[in-house]
């Protein structure tokens, strides 16, 4: 049987953009690809990036303060959001130009426009063309969602805060993930008097209690209004601000209200379920270790079989796709030991099991220690600073590694390929340390300080 393609890509996301320019210049595959939105997808668009931008942004009114200390004669301006937005916005549009650019530059053909599944091999786009492949791999991502309450309608999300017409005096963020916690940290960074209920007890659930509770901390004692165990009753508009009515009794004005208390997998209206493609019960498709459905032609990737979801992890599965269907060499998914960075103020990187779920498991011991860092407190600055590690007592692996720190991201990076390996405490052990740097106590943490 003939097809029109070898491979059609539905999402031109980070996942479906790398899988279907691998498989085209690569391989040799005759690729098309269909987008609705814009290339690049929450990542490059409405997330990652614009995000960590956002982060630089608000990061500098300390740098000025710092400054002051270190004795350079600089003053504090006014943080400028029409300045910095036009600026963001042009970075976006030439990201995505990158991105259209790869897609062309590996022959693959694309489709500016919506596209369903219409049987196990062809594809309806929204202008009524079909066209038949032989794999179909689905990488539609996911969105934010809302959950319904009254006056739920006046709330914005991660994928609008982007475009904010200018920045509001007050805000008031929803949620206790690392979507929320980071934006808590760039909306005070900019100067707007910031708000966080989040109705559990920490924030950040699922990492290690220990570096959670240091993060929430250090949120608060630079301005953000944090309030744990509290959710919205209702919302209603009063003149241009919105009336928060809080399970703690409260009732606040606010300029503007972010949600951000979970994502939706993008898999709604597509034809899947006609076809017997399985999903789970957030809506998400089901895959098995090499990202195949229950119909052996369409795969799918990336956050719309919410596995992890994470883009470098979409980028490694639609690499293993290639690897299994185009490169005769079945590759399943690796996602153990999986570095990450959360952009928080302070910021956190962690790789591996949190101290909890070790102990949960095994007899381990606690390697740890916090300060407060050169830079920082020379600069009068209370920061503190935790480094950690979780040790196997039988093995003497590193179970997990656990730092909050500025640039934490970048030292988890290249402490993840350790723990990856398989690293024991004395392997670390044996590395001279780079002095003066923060990291150097990673490798000169002698005693635990508890076993579990």
């Given at each position: 049987m003939s097809f029109d393609y070898d491979l059609f890509v539905i999402g031109g996301g980070s996942g479906g953009v790398r899988a279907a320019r691998v498989a085209a210049g690569e391989t040799g595959a005759k690729v098309a690809l269909a987008e609705e939105d814009r290339y690049g997808g929450t990542c490059v668009i409405r997330g990652c990036v614009p995000k960590k931008l956002m982060v630089f942004a608000s990061e500098y009114a300390g740098m000025v303060e710092d400054a002051q200390a270190y004795g350079w004669d600089v003053k504090p301006g006014a943080f400028d959001w029409d300045a910095f937005k036009s600026k963001l916005h042009a970075e976006l549009d030439r990201?995505?130009?990158?991105?259209?650019?790869?897609?062309?530059?590996?022959?693959?053909?694309?489709?500016?426009?919506?596209?369903?599944?219409?049987?196990?091999?062809?594809?309806?786009?929204?202008?009524?063309?079909?066209?038949?492949?032989?794999?179909?791999?689905?990488?539609?991502?996911?969105?934010?969602?809302?959950?319904?309450?009254?006056?739920?309608?006046?709330?914005?999300?991660?994928?609008?805060?982007?475009?904010?017409?200018?920045?509001?005096?007050?805000?008031?963020?929803?949620?206790?993930?690392?979507?929320?916690?980071?934006?808590?940290?760039?909306?005070?960074?900019?100067g707007v008097n910031t708000t966080q209920f989040y109705r559990g007890a920490q924030i950040l659930r699922g990492f290690d209690e220990e570096a959670r509770g240091l993060i929430c901390e250090e949120m608060c004692q630079n301005g953000v209004d944090v309030h744990l165990g509290t959710n919205v009753i209702e919302m209603a508009k009063d003149g241009d601000k919105i009336r928060v009515k809080a399970t703690n009794g409260t009732e606040r004005l606010f300029d503007v209200v972010m949600y951000a208390t979970g994502r939706a997998p993008n898999a709604g209206d597509m034809g899947l379920e006609a076809l017997g493609v399985e999903r789970g019960r957030k809506g998400e498709i089901v895959v098995d270790a090499y990202s195949q459905t229950g119909v052996p032609s369409i795969y799918a990737i990336g956050d719309v079989t919410d596995r992890v979801n994470l883009t470098p992890v979409a980028i490694r599965e639609g690499m293993a796709f290639v690897e299994t269907v185009f490169k005769a060499n079945p590759t399943p998914v690796d996602h153990e030991l999986i570095p990450t960075a959360i952009f928080t103020q302070p910021e956190m990187g962690t790789v591996g099991l949190s101290e909890e779920q070790a102990a949960a498991q095994e007899p381990i011991e606690v390697y740890a220690t916090s300060f407060k860092p050169m830079q920082q407190a020379f600069a009068g600055r209370s920061q503190r600073v935790l480094m950690k590690l979780i040790v196997s007592k039988a093995t003497r692996k590193v179970l997990g590694c656990h730092i909050v720190a500025p640039g934490a991201g970048e030292m988890i990076q290249m402490a993840g390929i350790a723990v990856k390996m398989g690293a024991t405490k004395e392997d670390f052990d044996r590395t001279v340390a780079v002095h003066p740097v923060m990291a150097e106590e990673l490798v000169t943490m002698r005693h635990p300080v508890r076993s579990a």
């Open positions: 990201l995505e130009g990158v991105y259209r650019g790869i897609l062309k530059n590996n022959g693959v053909e694309s489709f500016d426009q919506r596209a369903r599944l219409v049987d196990p091999h062809t594809v309806e786009l929204a202008d009524g063309t079909r066209k038949s492949a032989k794999h179909i791999l689905i990488a539609t991502g996911g969105r934010p969602v809302v959950p319904e309450f009254p006056g739920s309608e006046l709330a914005i999300t991660s994928n609008e805060i982007f475009h904010l017409e200018k920045l509001p005096e007050t805000m008031l963020i929803v949620g206790g993930g690392y979507i929320a916690c980071e934006f808590a940290g760039i909306m005070n960074g900019m």
